[in-house]
């Protein structure tokens, strides 16, 4: 199993940045893929980007390319979001989560976070 654990989320003017991390302990070695999602109120869970974790290679969605920015500290075990230029359209509870194989579908995740709230102001 992997354990994993966001922070950094809070409230945000419109404009504004955030960082989001995501600290993973257990079994880590056994997950090549972390991804970032969210989920607004009455929303179905959204995917955000996704890195693998050995070679960096990253994805998004067109909705946050170029303000967004998914990484990860190998040594640290810990993988972050960095999200700038943010909108009142990107509130919503932000969750990291964990998957064996490349995909941008949450149902293919089986380890995820407890979740952190974003909050942006117009």
């Known amino acids: 199993q992997v354990q994993l654990v966001e922070s950094g989320g809070g409230l945000a003017q419109a404009g504004g940045s955030l960082r989001l991390s995501c600290a993973a302990s257990?079994?880590?070695?056994?997950?090549?893929?972390m991804g970032w999602f969210r989920q607004a109120p009455g929303k179905e869970r959204e995917f955000i980007a996704t890195i693998n974790w050995i070679t960096g290679y990253t994805y998004y969605t067109d909705s946050v390319k170029g303000r967004f920015t998914i990484s990860r500290d190998n040594i640290k075990n810990t993988l972050y979001l960095q999200m700038n230029s943010l909108k009142p359209e990107d509130t919503a509870v932000y969750y990291c989560a964990a998957s064996y194989h490349y995909s941008t579908r949450p149902r293919d995740y089986d380890n995820w976070g407890q979740g952190t709230q974003v909050t942006v102001s117009s």
């Open positions: 257990g079994r880590t070695f056994s997950r090549s893929v």
